[in-house]
């Protein structure tokens, strides 16, 4: 078991808190068959004492959609050798909240720094809707758990921008906090809205040989549909579930889908 | 923000991911940081084939910092010498990408003329067009 980075700086009031969604994404992204895919795919970097490149492809891009606390993206910074089978990763995370995008940042680099001889290179934090600001073909593993919890509405944006700023004087008041986090569970109708409008940003966002994105999915997001609607992107489009928990009544509660393309240049 | 996190962002606008002027953001009245990170030759090798090089070149300009070689240099460069560590080019390169960061100040679109705040290091891509 590697390690699960340290959160108990983040402020739970308006940033989601790691629950078993996040730690299923742990444990799916460690497990040895999504090892052996990532290292298949993004393994072999240049070597520095043999000064060759083995890699003209570069170093990864690793980008978390809605970091939150960042305890993923720091995990899979953290432990970046024992994910891809080297250290030449590069990793960022994207959030909505602001707030999120500190906590994601202090818990990167504080995971970084408890893993001195494993850890990739996280770079930032950048406060955006989605992958809004993402340069398009750049992410070669996008990683998502959105918000899945089917609600009546989506939160209103409509005062985010007030919402999203720290107020030194009053501190936050409890409709800001609500709303924030309102944003990491809410998911309108079927818990997909925001993850259908994600889904539709992938052809763009992905590198388009290598790359691949994981997506956590509740039940009630009737994930049998959500891989029509992945397979329905167009021609070559491959997704599997990787990951799954909590049985209820026969149905996983919680799965995770690995979203890629056929013909990835190290399988051929 | 490090520099080289621009290497992968661009305007958020969806008008602007057409534009080759949305691509490199344009620092505008921005306080820069240094942070301190650890040397590695054989991760900078291996961010090189990620860099756009042209871009880099520009914002080096921009923000007044010493000028980088024309062309992007080679791998092999970048581990030269008897310690591999590639000497003055790979110290540059890791100076200004990864212990450069932007502090405060603003990122600028070369199509559309949208600013970007940064504040304390996070830049805020927030549009009012995602916010209705
Ligand atoms: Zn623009």
């Known amino acids: ?268 | 923000m490090k520099l080289l996190t621009l290497n992968f962002l661009t305007c958020a606008r969806r008008a602007c991911k057409s534009s080759a002027d949305a691509f490199p953001l344009h620092p505008r009245d921005v306080e820069l940081e240094i942070v301190e990170a650890e040397p590695n030759p054989s991760f900078l090798s291996n961010i090189l084939p990620r860099l756009e090089w042209p871009a880099l070149v520009t914002l080096c300009a921009e923000l007044g910092l010493p000028g980088l070689p024309g062309e992007a240099p080679e791998v092999a460069e970048l581990t030269a010498g008897e310690d591999g560590k590639g000497g003055k080019l790979a110290e540059d390169l890791h100076r200004l990408l990864l212990e450069t960061t932007v502090k405060e100040g603003a990122l600028v679109c070369g199509s559309c003329g949208h600013e970007y705040r940064v504040k304390e290091g996070i830049a805020n891509f927030l549009l009012p067009s995602h916010l209705v």
């Open chain 1, 1 to 268: 078991m590697l390690p699960t980075p340290s959160t108990s700086h983040a402020s739970f009031d308006n940033v989601y808190e790691p629950a078993e969604d996040s730690f299923l994404l742990l444990d799916t992204l460690s497990a040895s068959s999504e090892t052996n895919f990532l290292r298949e795919r993004f393994g072999q970097p240049s070597s520095a004492t043999e000064g060759t490149v083995d890699s003209p492809q570069g170093a990864p891009l690793i980008v978390e959609v809605g970091a939150g606390s960042g305890v993923v993206l720091a995990f899979v910074n953290a432990h970046a050798d024992v994910l891809f089978g080297h250290r030449h990763i590069l990793t960022l995370g994207t959030d909505i909240n602001s707030f999120a995008c500190r906590a994601t940042r202090t818990t990167a680099e504080k995971a970084s720094a408890e893993a001195p001889d494993g850890h990739g290179n996280f770079l930032d934090a950048v406060n955006m809707d989605l992958t809004a600001a993402i340069r398009p073909g750049t992410v070669d593993v996008l990683v998502f758990n959105p918000p899945y919890v089917p609600t009546a509405e989506l939160p209103n944006l409509s005062q985010h921008l007030q919402y999203n700023t720290y107020n030194p004087v009053t501190g936050n008041s409890f409709e800001q906090d609500s709303h924030l986090l309102a944003l990491s569970y809410a998911g309108g109708v079927e818990g997909m809205e925001t993850t259908n409008r994600l889904i539709e940003q992938l052809p763009e966002v992905l590198h388009p040989e290598r790359g691949v994105a994981y997506l956590l999915l509740c039940a009630q997001n009737k994930p049998e549909k959500v891989k029509e609607h992945i397979r329905g992107l167009g021609a070559g489009w491959l997704v599997e579930t990787v990951g799954s928990s909590g049985k209820q009544g026969g149905w996983e509660k919680l799965q995770i889908l690995r979203i890629w393309r056929a013909g990835s240049p190290r399988a051929l």
